[in-house]
T-cell receptor, first 113, second 117 residues
Framework: DAKTTQPPSMDCAEGRAANLPCNHSTISGNEYVYWYRQIHSQGPQYIIHGLKNNETNEMASLIITEDRKSSTLILPHATLRDTAVYYCILVVSHFFGNEKLTFGTGTRLTIIP | DTGVSQNPRHKITKRGQNVTFRCDPI?????LYWYRQTLGQGPEFLTY????????KSRLLSDRFSAERPKGSFSTLEIQRTEQGDSAMYLC???????????????FGPGTRLTVL
C-alpha cells in the first residue's frame, strides 16, 4: 500500500502557481520523496525528488517540511499541458540503487483556462 | 528518439489466448521494470530486472505471467491463458543503478493497452 496521502483532485487557473500537497507522516530516514505525473494515456513522467532539502528544477519546486512528514509540489506557472494525475511516492534508496515505485491514486490536477 | 519503447501499443485478444509484449529500454540502462495499471488506479509493480537477472516479482505476477530479459537489453512479458481481469495498461520503465552514479529516476514507456474479450 502507498504510504502517502494526496487529495483526489484539484483545480488551478492557467498561469497561476499550482501547489499540490502530500502527506507522508510515517516516512523513514532512507526514503526519498519522488513526484511523477501521468498525462492521459501516457506513461508516468518523472518531475522531481528530494530527501530533506527543498529542490528546484526546470519543471517544478519541491518543498519538504522540516520533520519530513509532508511536502508540496509547486508548478510555478501552470499551463493547460500540466493537466495530469500527479503522484507523490516514497522511494527507499539503497547503496545499490533505488527500490521499485509504489504508486497511490494521486491527485488529478485540472488547469482551468 | 532514445526513450523507452513498447510494442504493441494496443492488443485485443480473446480469453484463453496467449499474448506477448516487448519493451526496449534506454540503451545504457541496466534496470528494467514492468508495471500494470488498471482504470482509475496508479501503476502497480510486477517485476524488475538488473541486467538479465530477474531480482523481484510481485505477488500480482501469477503463474500465467512470465517475463524475460535474455541479454540484458530488451524484455518480454508473456501472459498465458488470458483472463478478462488481465485487461490493463502494461508499462515498462528503465533506469541506471550503479555503485557510483544513478539516474535516480525511472523512465517510462508509453505502455501497451491490453483488452481481453
Amino acid at each position: 500500500d502507498a504510504k502517502t496521502t494526496q487529495p483526489p483532485s484539484m483545480d488551478c487557473a492557467e498561469g497561476r502557481a499550482a501547489n499540490l500537497p502530500c502527506n507522508h507522516s510515517t516516512i523513514s530516514g532512507n526514503e526519498y520523496v519522488y513526484w511523477y505525473r501521468q498525462i492521459h494515456s501516457q506513461g508516468p513522467q518523472y518531475i522531481i525528488h528530494g530527501l530533506k532539502n527543498n529542490e528546484t528544477n526546470e519543471m517544478a519546486s519541491l518543498i519538504i517540511t522540516e520533520d519530513r512528514k509532508s511536502s508540496t509540489l509547486i508548478l510555478p506557472h501552470a499551463t493547460l499541458r500540466d493537466t495530469a494525475v500527479y503522484y507523490c511516492i516514497l522511494v527507499v534508496s539503497h547503496f545499490f540503487g533505488n527500490e521499485k515505485l509504489t504508486f497511490g491514486t494521486g491527485t488529478r490536477l485540472t488547469i482551468i483556462p | 528518439d532514445t526513450g523507452v519503447s513498447q510494442n504493441p501499443r494496443h492488443k485485443i485478444t480473446k480469453r484463453g489466448q496467449n499474448v506477448t509484449f516487448r519493451c526496449d529500454p534506454i540503451s545504457e540502462h541496466n534496470r528494467l521494470y514492468w508495471y500494470r495499471q488498471t482504470l482509475g488506479q496508479g501503476p502497480e509493480f510486477l517485476t524488475y530486472f538488473q541486467n538479465e537477472a530477474q531480482l523481484e516479482k510481485s505477488r500480482l505476477l501469477s503463474d500465467r505471467f512470465s517475463a524475460e530479459r535474455p541479454k540484458g537489453s530488451f524484455s518480454t512479458l508473456e501472459i498465458q491463458r488470458t483472463e478478462q481481469g488481465d485487461s490493463a495498461m502494461y508499462l515498462c520503465a528503465s533506469s541506471w543503478e550503479g555503485l557510483v552514479t544513478s539516474t535516480d529516476t525511472q523512465y517510462f514507456g508509453p505502455g501497451t493497452r491490453l483488452t481481453v474479450l
